[in-house]
């Protein structure tokens, strides 16, 4: 088949969908389709700027391509699941969540004026629209299909992918909790910074980039903790694969998340993960004392937990484990069988 994967793409970025969507077009090729990734650059502010966007995806012709027929494209977040095709099917990564859940937040858009208020009403009514066309709908975890039924009605199979491909491998602990999420304030790094600063017995390790890094290095500057965290940036996939494999938990909490690829990520790894109550997706997978520790969003407590696995290797290594069979099922194998069948 002919397969176009559609990724709005916000230049300069790169996070958990650029590398879902890169690998879903790999892994396409290697089973023989003609697959192709179909990116448009994504800006979402200000507040009318979102429903431009989404029109420019609206707007494409994706019926064909060079004189060929293009037979399916799989849409993934918002909005390149506007798009209009005979057999568009989507593997729903997240919608526009500053129009639902977050709004209202610090991690909002939309203000208190009629007209912020019916630009937001708008997006939900695309929404509706166009995920109503999709002739298979899927959703990457649990909370992004709750999420979608409770704003839409509509009921999307659950599907997780498997994370990057890195030469994943475990290996003894060298004490250090690890952070390889993006940089953002969603993805609440500072409070695994916090933590340290309540707590001794843990160093970390902050292996990744984006646009809130200068602030929490400020954080931990000020906390003291200049000897205790090492910011190493974005990092190559050698070097990812043995931070995680040396360190001695992943930490992976942010903001009711869509899915997140780090507890499969550490899983892999034979690492457990801590993250908190209120993350979203990595709880479909991070089972307290199974898989990890789950524990209030509170610095306290994840500092707690972080010298906790330090000190009691053994359990460590066996909720690693347990991850680790979990991890081992979500295979592409698996998932594309079920993306077209």
């Known amino acids: 088949m002919r397969i176009a994967v559609l990724r709005p793409q916000v230049p300069f970025a790169r996070g958990g969908a650029e590398i879902f969507t890169d690998e879903l077009v790999a892994e396409l090729r290697a089973r023989g ?14 507040g009318a700027r979102v429903l431009t966007q989404a029109f420019l995806w609206r707007m494409l012709d994706l019926d064909e391509a060079d004189g060929r ?13 506007v798009v209009r095709h005979r057999e568009k099917r989507v593997w729903l990564v997240h ?3 500053q129009a639902y859940e977050l709004d209202g937040t610090e ?8 007209e912020e208020r019916a630009l937001r009403r708008q997006v939900q009514e695309l929404d509706r629209r166009a995920l109503s066309e999709a002739t298979r709908l899927f959703a990457t975890s649990a909370n ?4 979608l039924e409770r704003s839409t009605g509509l009921v999307a199979e659950v599907l997780p992918h498997p994370p990057q491909a890195l030469p994943y491998r475990s290996a003894p602990s060298e004490g250090f909790v690890l952070s390889a999420s993006r940089l953002d304030r969603a993805k609440r790094i500072d409070l695994l910074l916090e933590a340290a600063a309540l707590r001794d017995g843990f160093d970390m390790v902050i292996a990744s980039d984006g646009p809130d890094r200068e602030r929490l290095e400020e954080v931990a500057h000020a906390r003291g903790l200049d000897g205790r965290v090492r910011f190493e940036g974005r990092v190559s996939a050698e070097r990812l694969a043995e931070l995680y494999a040396t360190c001695s938990s992943v930490f992976y909490a942010p903001v009711d998340e869509d899915f997140g690829m780090g507890p499969f990520e550490a899983f892999l790894s034979g690492k457990p993960v801590i993250t908190t109550t209120d993350s979203g997706g990595p709880l479909d997978v991070v089972h307290d004392r199974r898989t990890g520790i789950v524990v209030r969003p509170e610095a306290g407590a994840v500092g707690e937990a972080a010298v906790w696995l330090r000190e009691h290797e ?23 069988a079920r993306l077209f069948a």
């Open 144 to 147: 992004v299909a709750g999420r």
């Open 95 to 97: 919608q526009f969540r």
């Open 69 to 81: 027929k293009i037979d399916v494209v799989v849409a993934t977040k918002f909005p390149s699941y």
């Open 314 to 336: 053994a359990e460590a290594e066996a909720f690693g484990r347990e991850g680790k069979r979990l991890a081992d099922e979500v295979t592409w194998d698996r998932a594309i």
């Open 107 to 114: 991690l909002g858009q939309f203000g208190p004026s009629a």
């Open 33 to 46: 389709h003609e697959a192709d990734l179909v990116s448009v650059p994504f800006k979402w502010y200000p």
